[in-house]
């Protein structure tokens, strides 16, 4: 069993910058950050398998990094060059143990652990 937990939510300018964090009880190998905006369907957002490159959506890549503390059990994901349409719940989120790879972005379905969410606000 997996439990995850979010913080560093808040309220930030246009252009600023935002660090989210999520400690895992658990373990497992695939963490991914998925993001949903009121009346919009679950994006995901990044995705990162132990030791190898992560990835991202087309709408973060170049802006969003996601990263690992493995001794920490903690994923991160830094957020640069925020825009309005930044704006949305922030879910870490973490796959089975036993996958060898993380699931596609788009099937949100495929990570059964879910943390609770911290609120993110790009706002003037």
């Known amino acids: 069993q997996v439990q995850l937990v979010e913080s560093g939510g808040g309220s930030v300018q246009p252009g600023g910058s935002l660090r989210l964090s999520c400690v895992a009880s658990?373990?497992?190998?695939?963490m991914a950050w998925f993001r949903q905006a009121p009346g919009k369907e679950r994006e995901g957002v990044a995705a990162i398998y132990r030791g190898y490159t992560p990835y991202y959506a087309d709408s973060v890549k170049g802006r969003f990094t996601i990263s690992q503390d493995n001794a920490k059990n903690t994923v991160y994901l830094q957020m640069n060059s925020v825009k309005p349409e930044d704006t949305a719940m922030y879910y870490c989120v973490a796959a089975d143990l036993l996958r060898t790879y993380c699931p596609p972005l788009r099937l949100p379905e495929s990570y059964p652990y879910w943390g609770q969410g911290t609120q993110v606000t790009v706002s003037s």
């Open positions: 658990g373990y497992s190998y695939c």
